[in-house]
Antibody
């Protein structure tokens, strides 16, 4: 049974770096064709794709945020990580990590999401 | 970016059939997926690659389409189907989502 859970700071100030952790079970990023995708949901843009990290450490980013995003993984501990630099109020929203299928491109399973508020 | 256009809301009665549309601003082959999101919950995959039912999803849900026009059909609709339905394409970079169609039951 696949399960994912996001964790993060909750609240941070403008210009800080947002660091999120995705802890998952039921699959491994050491297995071919597995990926973890990051998506956020904001009042301004709805659901917005951020990035994907694949089993082979290949990474894809949304070009609109490319320069601000970093993704990484810890295969041994079944974790994936997302960092967003220089946040502002537009980054306020709910952040989801997902299991992603390489062949279909769908986001098969989603974490419950973590709410992030950027406020001074 | 590929823009996905969905109608904002629909209202149907239980037992009826409902079709929810998603139109892409450019072709996405068959790489269109559908999700259901209930209030306070995360999205849940219903259909992948236009017409494939995701694991555990009732057969009342089906998908069709290719290219730029896609449809999610629920037949028959049940009270528990009250939710917002999103489409997502993974053919063109970056992945994009529709704004969602809110389905209400009469």
């Amino acid at each position: 049974q696949v399960s994912l859970k996001e964790s993060g700071p909750g609240i941070l100030q403008p210009f800080q770096t947002l660091s999120l952790t995705c802890s998952f079970s039921g699959f491994s990023l050491g297995t071919s064709n597995m990926g973890v995708g990051w998506i956020r949901q904001t009042s301004g843009k709805g659901l917005e794709y951020l990035a994907t990290i694949w089993w082979d450490d290949d990474k894809y980013f949304n070009p609109s945020l490319n320069s601000r995003l970093t993704v990484s993984k810890d295969t041994s501990n079944n974790q994936a990580f997302l960092k967003i630099t220089s946040v502002d109020t537009a980054d306020t929203g709910t952040y989801y990590c997902t299991q992603r299928d390489y062949y279909s491109g769908a986001f098969d399973y989603w974490g419950q999401g973590v709410m992030v508020t950027v406020s001074s | 970016d590929t823009v996905l256009t969905q109608s904002p809301a629909l209202a149907v009665s239980p037992g009826e059939r409902v079709s929810i549309s998603c139109r892409a601003s450019e072709g996405v082959n068959s790489y269109m997926h559908w999700y259901q999101q209930k209030p306070g919950q995360q999205p849940k995959l219903l259909i992948y690659k236009a017409s494939n039912l995701a694991s555990g999803v009732p057969a009342r849900f089906s998908g069709s389409g290719s290219g730029t026009d896609f449809t999610l059909t629920i037949d028959p609709v049940e009270a528990d189907d009250t939710a917002t339905y999103f489409c997502q394409q993974s053919w063109n970079d970056p992945d994009t989502f529709g704004a969602g169609t809110k389905l209400e039951l009469k």
